[in-house]
């Protein structure tokens, strides 16, 4: 499972918008496509990533005019992985840089997808059911009986 490519992954299709696009665009697309994040393409090419998190902490916590440019609120140049990355790659850069996006780019610069947390989770617990299934909700609980009731 882990050593299987981010090929193999069903990504979600990245969201773009051009850099001088204004925040209202930003968070008009965020909204129609209900995405997690989205990328900012300058010239056809990824210069940055606008995530829940950045629009959270960066835009709404703030008093931030809705006409300005989403290149001020970006995390400029994103980590990316290539669609040869592993799962266990992807997951292993999520963990240790708590990133809960990471865009999929191709060998010719342009991004195929996003792998997102919510894709490792449900790789996780499709490749191990009755694992993930029968936890108890919290990890050091021991349960009395084998179905926890």
Known sequence: MLTARISTMPLTPPVTVDSGSSVAG???????????????????????????????????????????????????????????????????????RHFRHIPVVSSDGQATGIVSIKDIISIVAESFPEKVLNLPPRPHQKMETPEGG
Not at 52 to 58: A, V
Not at 74 to 91: C, H
């Open 26 to 96: 930003l968070v008009e697309q965020v909204q129609k496509q209900n995405v997690g994040c989205v990328l900012v393409y300058e010239a056809g090419r990824l210069v940055g990533i606008i995530t829940e998190r950045d629009m959270l902490l960066k835009v709404v916590a703030r008093d931030v005019k809705y006409t300005e440019p989403v290149e001020k609120f970006m995390t400029v140049n994103p980590v990316t992985l290539s669609p040869e990355d592993t799962i266990g790659d992807a997951a292993h850069l999520m963990n240790e």
